[in-house]
């Protein structure tokens, strides 16, 4: 493969350059068939094959039992704020844990659907520094569901382990926005009732949104749900009731095979990413914790392994900072407008190589300060 800057962008991101040159391979003529995928009836059999195996390799890496459908949908992860209320919020009361802007975000949008929507734990106060203890959670009666975001991709939190509601005494289904942790580690189906996320993190290019959704929830939209955007509809034509993303499918298809070839040690696959994950996260974190001028303000035990917000003590060299990343082919290091500073994304096609670059860049240049 060719050598290519290290990009962290948060998002769109990097795609794996195997994954790529593939595409590029393949752009003018998909398997001799004369048309690329671009160019393919979704409704024909070279396209049906695309989309069948890219959603039975998803189900198999990702380990997502039978009851539950794969959807491939349009509109990213803000539409699916919409769209959850509009196809589950049936009780009328839902309950949201706020814990980032994300977060925040999704229950501001459900109050235009649910009748009622009950923020029943926040870690605002802490500047979503932390995630609020379920333990502590006091969960609404007869809830339709409740939303979490599973890993803030701007505040740069993750949960560890997904809640147990039922052991909290609800049978309110979960509802994780894991737009920007998919496929970076295994998911707890036991606990979930519906997943999604946009794919230009983790999984291919903007304009593809995955569902993962247990069967018991489809078919409870409300009348004014879009038929296009109705999770049974969509389920009953295997994503092809409207036109589905054709393009982000194919790369998405492609990336799952990446990553089923992906190997650490003994482990294949997510089990693969995870242990690279743990070990790229490691070595940035304790880097930003050793020095004395980066600074990452999240609690150790709720740090995203994904997304890395750092500050310099000295904001005055943010920009030189920046500058001097570029240079070195360290692309898009720069924070997210509302919180300021650096963030590192390193997201499935993040090698620990291009963590070790960036680590290696922080030390000189925190040594060459004047
Ligand atoms: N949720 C999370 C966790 C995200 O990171 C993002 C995008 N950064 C969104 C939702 C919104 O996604 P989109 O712009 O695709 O609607």
Redesign the pocket.
């Known amino acids: 493969s060719m050598k290519r800057p290290y990009n962290f962008s948060?998002?769109p991101a990097a795609i794996p350059a195997e994954v790529l040159e593939q595409a590029a391979a393949e752009m003018l003529d998909w398997h001799g068939c004369g048309m690329g995928v671009m160019e393919m009836s979704h409704r024909g059999k070279e396209f049906r094959s695309i989309c069948e195996q890219a959603q039975a390799k998803l189900r198999e890496l990702l380990a997502v039992p039978a009851q539950f459908k794969i959807l491939f949908m349009q509109?990213?992860?803000?539409?699916e704020n919409a769209i959850v209320p509009l196809n589950l919020s049936r009780a009328g009361t839902v309950d949201f844990v706020v814990t980032g802007s994300?977060s925040q975000k999704s229950q501001q949008e459900a109050r235009k659907y649910a009748a009622q929507v009950n923020v029943v734990a926040s870690s605002e106060d802490t500047g979503f520094t932390s995630l609020p203890d379920p333990a502590t959670w006091t969960l609404s009666r007869g809830a339709s569901y409740l939303h979490l975001?599973s890993?803030?991709?701007i505040n740069g939190v993750e949960f560890q382990q997904l809640p147990d509601l039922q052991a909290l005494g609800s049978d309110a289904p979960l509802v994780i926005?894991f737009?920007?942790h998919v496929a970076s580690r295994p998911v707890d189906w036991s606990r979930v009732g519906l997943a999604f996320g946009?794919a230009?993190?983790n999984l291919g290019p903007?304009g593809l949104?995955l569902v993962v959704v247990r069967e018991d929830l489809l078919g409870h939209a409300l009348p004014a749900c879009p038929s296009a955007f109705d999770y049974r509809t969509v389920a009953e034509h295997q994503s092809m009731y409207n036109t589905p993303p054709t393009w982000g499918i194919y790369i998405a298809g492609l990336t799952f095979e990446w990553l089923g070839r992906q190997r650490e040690g003994p482990f294949s696959g997510i089990a693969a990413m995870e242990q690279r994950h743990i070990a790229k996260a490691q070595l940035l974190y304790d880097a930003i914790d050793n020095s004395g001028l980066y600074l990452n303000k999240v609690v150790p035990h709720c740090r995203s392994r994904m997304n890395v917000p750092f500050f310099l003590r000295d904001e005055s060299r943010n920009d030189d900072f920046l500058a001097g990343a570029r240079e070195r082919g360290l692309l898009q290091l720069k924070g997210h407008k509302s919180v300021g500073g650096m963030r590192a994304s390193i997201y499935n096609a993040m090698p620990l190589a291009g963590v070790q670059a960036l680590v290696d860049y922080m030390r000189e240049f925190e040594q060459k300060r004047a």
Do not use: I, R, V, Y
């Open positions: 948060a998002g509109g990213g992860g803000l539409a994300w975001c890993n803030e991709t926005d737009s920007s946009g230009q993190k903007a949104t």
